[in-house]
C-alpha cells in the first residue's frame, strides 16, 4: 500500500506571492490533517479534513486554508506568503472508525522557502 | 489545552548503550493515546511506540519501550541497544479518540556515536 505522498518536496517562493501544497493519503483514509513543522515552533496544527469537512483549525491567520477532494485528496494554499512562513509542511493521514488507533501517517513533506 | 512538554532539546548516546528520552504532558481526560514518532534528517515521520492510557502495562517495541506513569503524566522512551540508525529528532505526542489533531512536544534530538 503506498504510503502518504505530498508534492512538490521542495518549493521556493518570494515574499507577496502564493503556494499550493497537495496530499495523497494512504488508499482508505479518509481523514487528513495538516502539520506546520519550525525549529522554533515545532510541529503546529493548522487544519484537519474528514469527507471533504474542515472538522477543526489551528491558530493560523486566515492565509492559510485547505480543502479536501471527494477522493480523499487535499491541498492547502497559503497566499500573501511571508518570510515567517517558511517551514516543512507535513500532511498525515489516519484511519477512521472502529480502526482508528490514534495513529498519524506521515508524508515526508514540502519544504518551503519564502525569500 | 494538552501540552506536551520535552524537556531534553538534546541528548546522546553511544552506540550499544541505553537511553531516556522524557515527556511531560498535561491533560484533564481520562482515555488518551500517547506516541513517540521518530524523524530522521530529511526523512520521513515514523511511528516508534504507542500507548493507550487505559493500558496499565508499558508498551514495547523490540528494543523501545516505555515507561508510562499516568498519574505523573509522564511518558519518557527507553531505546536499549542504541545504534546509529537511532541518530534522530524524537517527538513525543498526544492524541484522543475525539481529537482531530495530536499535540507535539518541541522534541529531543538524539546524536549516536560510534
Known amino acids: 500500500k503506498a504510503g502518504v505522498t505530498q508534492t512538490p518536496r521542495y518549493l521556493i517562493k518570494t515574499r507577496g506571492q502564493q503556494v499550493t501544497l497537495s496530499c495523497s493519503p494512504i488508499s482508505g483514509h479518509r481523514s487528513v490533517s495538516w502539520y506546520q513543522q519550525t525549529p522554533g515552533q515545532g510541529l503546529q496544527f493548522l487544519f484537519e479534513?474528514?469527507?471533504?469537512?474542515?472538522?477543526n483549525k489551528g491558530n493560523f491567520p486566515g492565509r492559510f486554508s485547505g480543502r479536501q477532494f471527494s477522493n480523499s485528496r487535499s491541498e492547502m494554499n497559503v497566499s500573501t506568503l511571508e518570510l515567517g512562513d517558511s517551514a516543512l509542511y507535513l500532511c498525515?493521514?489516519?484511519?477512521?472508525?472502529?480502526?482508528?488507533?490514534?495513529?498519524?501517517?506521515f508524508g515526508e513533506g514540502s519544504r518551503l522557502t519564502v525569500l | 489545552a494538552q501540552t506536551v512538554t520535552q524537556s531534553q532539546p538534546e541528548m546522546s548516546v553511544q552506540e550499544a548503550e541505553t537511553v531516556t528520552l522524557s515527556c511531560t504532558y498535561d491533560?484533564?481526560?481520562?482515555?488518551?493515546?500517547l506516541f513517540w514518532y521518530k524523524q530522521p534528517p530529511s526523512r520521513q515521520m515514523i511511528l516508534v511506540i504507542r500507548?493507550?492510557?487505559?493500558?496499565?502495562q508499558n508498551a514495547t517495541e523490540n528494543r523501545f519501550s516505555v515507561n508510562f506513569q499516568k498519574a505523573a503524566k509522564s511518558f519518557s522512551l527507553k531505546i536499549s541497544d542504541s545504534q546509529l540508525g537511532d541518530a534522530a529528532m524524537y517527538f513525543c505526542?498526544?492524541?484522543?479518540?475525539?481529537?482531530?489533531?495530536?499535540?507535539f512536544g518541541k522534541g529531543t534530538s538524539l546524536l549516536v556515536t560510534p
Open positions: 491533560t484533564s481526560e481520562s482515555d488518551y493515546y
Open positions: 479534513y474528514f469527507s471533504e469537512t474542515q472538522r
Open positions: 500507548q493507550e492510557a487505559y493500558k496499565q
Open positions: 498525515a493521514s489516519k484511519v477512521s472508525g472502529s480502526a482508528n488507533t490514534g495513529e498519524l501517517f
Open positions: 505526542a498526544y492524541g484522543t479518540d475525539s481529537g482531530y489533531a495530536l499535540n
